[in-house]
């Protein structure tokens, strides 16, 4: 038996160059508020947290977190850390439910969940390391050649802008794309056409024989959503993505009984109860969670199981590797998102910039190499400058 020793966790904030978002960006939950400053402020987050376990033969496996990094890794620091150094890694659904079950009363959610998504990637990525197998080999192994993934940007700006980016996915081979909706509830009936308009200039750019989808970030209510789905429904929508809050588990299912365009989400939701409650109350069309923020990779596959069982897709948000294995060992996944390398924007681009190994699109598919052990990645030093590193 190996045994866990160390947890290091590790808080990289950017300070390089950044791509400022233009205005009507995208849509997000905070545009219900009387906005004073930044209302993009809310939808960017330029840190990361990187979470390393560590066996007693210097074995190291590596996880990671997007959401609150410095919350996160205090609550690593000081509760999770000591509930699983010592323990074999291999014991991981045990170690899960200690870690979800000890911490239940303040943790089940949001910081407490995200916290142990980190941990949990890492011990996996750490037993694929200890075995010399890819953790997708450890999930069950290969379910498809290679990984089809939709182009995951084309945030909303000047039609002209939108299209030129779509044009140019289309010739790197992508059959699928997703859009941002800039306009909301607080903009009116011509915020409506403003959306509309978009959606349109895309469809004219990559034609109806491939899928488009469009997110509106939480940012919609109930009756904006009620309202803008007919007008939608000619523009032949893969999925409309997160409409409405989290939270309004009975607004997703009111909008997907409509049966006018799918709904998707779940990118918000931090469990498998809560997924649980997404699929047995058909709220959505597709199952949208992300690995590390719904409880790891533990809690992915019991997800995939009960998605599966009721024949709803998952389709985890905003790709990543621990993502990418998880749809590989997965029939009921049939694709990943994907946000190609570039400048510092939003903040899904830091993923490139503090790892080494995550795998790039060629014609629309990610390859995943059954000789790389763990997920395959490493944490890279080429751009040190360009963080500010809390240990």
Not at 120 to 147: H, N, Q, Y
Request: net charge negative; aromatic share 10%; proline share 5%.
């Amino acid at each position: 038996m190996t045994k866990i020793t160390s947890i290091r966790t590790r808080v990289w904030t950017w300070k390089g160059p950044t791509v400022p978002p233009s205005g009507n960006f995208c849509t997000n939950a905070s545009d219900a508020l009387w906005i004073k400053g930044d209302a993009m402020a809310s939808f960017r987050f330029h840190q990361w947290l990187t979470c390393e376990v560590e066996t007693e033969d210097g074995t190291i496996g590596i996880g990671n977190a997007a959401l609150a990094p410095t919350v996160v890794k205090r609550a690593i620091d000081d509760w999770y850390a000591p509930l699983v150094i010592g323990e074999d890694p291999f014991d991981y659904a045990y170690i899960w439910e200690k870690m979800y079950r000890r911490s239940h009363a303040w943790g089940r959610k949001g910081i407490g969940m995200t916290a142990i998504s980190a941990i949990d990637i890492a011990i996996w990525d750490l037993m694929g390391k200890l075995v010399g197998k890819p953790v997708f080999k450890l999930l069950g192994g290969r379910t498809k050649e290679k990984i089809p993934v939709y182009y995951s940007k084309l945030y909303s700006g000047p039609v002209e802008v939108m299209q030129a980016e779509a044009e140019a996915a289309l010739k790197d081979g992508y059959q699928a794309f997703k859009m941002r909706f800039g306009w909301g509830p607080k903009d009116g009936m011509a915020g409506m056409r403003e959306n509309l308009r978009r959606v349109e200039a895309v469809r004219e750019v990559v034609g109806y024989d491939k899928d488009l989808m469009a997110d509106a970030y939480m940012g919609w209510n109930l009756d904006y959503a009620k309202r803008m789905l007919p007008k939608l429904a000619p523009y032949e929508l893969r999925w409309l993505e997160e409409p409405v809050i989290g939270d309004d588990v009975a607004g997703y299912a009111e909008l997907n009984a409509m049966n006018i365009v799918p709904i998707s989400g779940g990118e918000h939701e931090f469990s498998v109860i809560g997924c649980n409650e997404l699929v047995q109350r058909r709220a959505v069309s597709v199952l949208q969670y992300d690995t590390n923020r719904v409880g790891g990779i533990t809690a992915a596959q019991k997800i995939n199981a009960i998605a599966e069982a009721a024949q709803i897709p998952v389709i985890p948000h905003a790709g990543q590797m621990h993502n990418y294995h998880v749809t590989m060992a997965n029939t009921n996944c049939p694709m990943s998102e994907y946000f190609p390398v570039f400048d510092v924007e939003v903040g899904n681009e830091l993923f490139y910039y503090i790892f080494d190994g995550d795998v790039a699109a060629e014609d629309g598919f990610l390859s995943l190499d059954d000789a790389r052990p763990g997920l395959g990645i490493s944490i890279t030093d080429r751009h040190l400058a360009h963080f500010d590193i809390t240990e």
